[in-house]
Every structure is written in structure tokens, then in C-alpha cells.
């Protein structure tokens, strides 16, 4: 079974940068991808960004396209997401899931973290 674990969340202020780390073990991780999700209170769970763990290609939300950068470490089964130029409204609790393929739909992702908080101070 494929486990997860976030890290590296935390409080900081608008404009600031937070970098997440997902260390991933399970599996062998040379296929699939692993996406980065973040559910505010009150709302829905929503794709944030992905990347695949051969060739490093990336998806992204429009709304962090251009501010938050998804990247990998083969070799410590490890994927980031560095987060700059952050907002009040990226405000949540951050997940990392395991998928086949690379997608934005939460359903296709089968194995999730426990999640890291993110707070952004205005």
C-alpha cells in the first residue's frame, strides 16, 4: 500500500513562500504521478498542481499557475511544491495523492496524505 506524508507547512505572510514536501513509499515510483490538492473550510477539495514521477510533466491550476512550482526527487521518492508570492486565499490544508495517471480530478487519485496546514497572514 502506497503511503504519503506531507511537511513543511506552516503560518507566513502574503508575499511570502512556503515550500511542501510529499515523501512517498509503497511502490515503485516510476510511473504515475502525485498531485498536490488544498481544502479550505467550508469548500470543496480543489486541484492545486501534479507532476509525474517520469519526465517531471506538470499540470497547475490557473489560480497558482505562474506563483507555485511542483518538482520531484526521484531518488528520495519525494515530491515539492514551492509556493511563492502566496495569498490570504491560499489558505487551507494541503494533500498529496497518489494517481496512475497524471490528472486534476480528485478521483483519480487512489492514496492521500494526512494533509499539512497553510495560512497566510494578510
Known amino acids: 500500500q502506497v503511503q504519503l506524508v506531507e511537511s513543511g507547512g506552516g503560518l507566513v505572510q502574503a508575499g511570502g513562500s512556503l515550500r511542501l514536501s510529499c515523501a512517498a513509499a509503497g511502490r515503485t515510483f516510476s510511473s504515475g504521478a502525485v498531485g498536490w490538492f488544498r481544502q479550505a473550510p467550508g469548500k470543496e477539495r480543489e486541484f492545486v498542481a501534479a507532476?509525474?514521477?517520469?519526465?517531471?510533466?506538470?499540470l497547475y491550476a490557473d489560480s497558482v499557475k505562474g506563483r507555485f512550482t511542483c518538482s520531484r526527487d526521484n531518488a528520495k521518492n519525494t515530491v515539492y511544491l514551492q509556493m511563492n508570492s502566496l495569498k490570504p486565499e491560499d489558505t487551507a490544508v494541503y494533500y498529496c495523492a497518489d494517481s496512475q495517471v497524471l490528472a486534476r480530478s480528485v478521483r483519480l487519485y487512489q492514496y492521500w496524505g494526512q494533509g499539512t496546514q497553510v495560512t497566510v497572514s494578510s
Open positions: 507532476i509525474t514521477w517520469s519526465g517531471g510533466n506538470t
